[in-house]
């Protein structure tokens, strides 16, 4: 099956500043997510994105599928960004494949 | 309002029980998953359905078993042959196994087996 690697694996970041989260996938892939997992276990759906740019608010992602990675861009980071961001691939058989997760600490 | 509802939130069992865990959902979706969740690991695929009356295996099967007998639920249980239960579970749902289907979480079960 298809291999999902993300990094870092831990993030400490201070209120305000600026953030990139990878996800490196080891085959093409039909569809892609990225969620937020919040402290109280919840996961949210932050952005579907199997190729291309989208933005929604402070957070955007890119997903370059020819070269089989996407990054999540988080600027200004509040301490309500703190969680675990997941990424999640689907290859042909549409059945997702996570990620081990970026757990993210922001710091007030 | 539509969405994915988990009962119940924490759960606590004694070994060589099995339990139930429930999932319902409003959103009319074809497809549910349910997945498991250990401390600092990712999610791994228990079992999925994409319709009712049919379900298949995910990467983790051993000791689990479902049904789909309604389109809104997909009940989990976890047998006594399951021999580490205790792990945060959580069940999605997507309007079916295909592109442009975003994957949808309700918000998990707590199960702690002694």
């Known amino acids: 099956g298809i291999q999902v690697e993300q990094s870092p694996p831990d993030l400490i970041l201070q209120e305000g500043a600026n953030s990139t989260l990878r996800c490196n996938f080891s085959d093409s892939v039909n569809n892609l997510q990225w969620f937020h997992q919040n402290p109280w276990g919840q996961l949210i759906n932050l952005f579907y994105i199997p190729s291309g740019t989208k933005q929604n608010g402070r957070l955007s992602a890119t997903t370059v599928a020819t070269e089989r990675y996407s990054l999540l861009y988080i600027s200004s980071s509040q301490t309500t960004d703190s969680g675990v961001y997941f990424c999640?691939?689907?290859?042909?058989?549409?059945?997702?494949?996570f990620g081990r997760g970026t757990s993210l600490i922001v710091h007030p | 309002d539509g969405g994915i509802t988990q009962s119940p939130k924490y759960l606590f069992r004694k070994e060589g029980q099995n339990v139930t865990l429930s999932c319902e959902q409003n959103?009319?979706?074809?497809?549910m998953y349910w997945y498991r969740q250990d401390p600092g690991q990712g999610l791994r695929l228990i079992y999925y359905?994409?319709?009712?009356?049919?379900?298949q295996k995910g990467d983790i099967a051993e000791g689990y078993s479902v049904s789909r007998e309604k389109k809104e639920s997909f009940p989990l249980t976890v047998t006594s042959a399951q021999k580490n239960p205790t792990a945060f579970y959580l069940c999605?749902?997507?309007?079916?196994?295909?592109?442009?289907?975003?994957?949808?979480f309700g918000p998990g079960t707590r199960l702690t087996v002694t």
């Open positions: 959103l009319n979706h074809d497809a």
């Open positions: 999605a749902s997507s309007m079916g196994l295909a592109e442009h289907y975003e994957q949808y």
């Open positions: 359905s994409q319709i009712v009356n049919d379900f």
């Open positions: 999640a691939v689907e290859g042909g058989s549409y059945i997702p494949t």
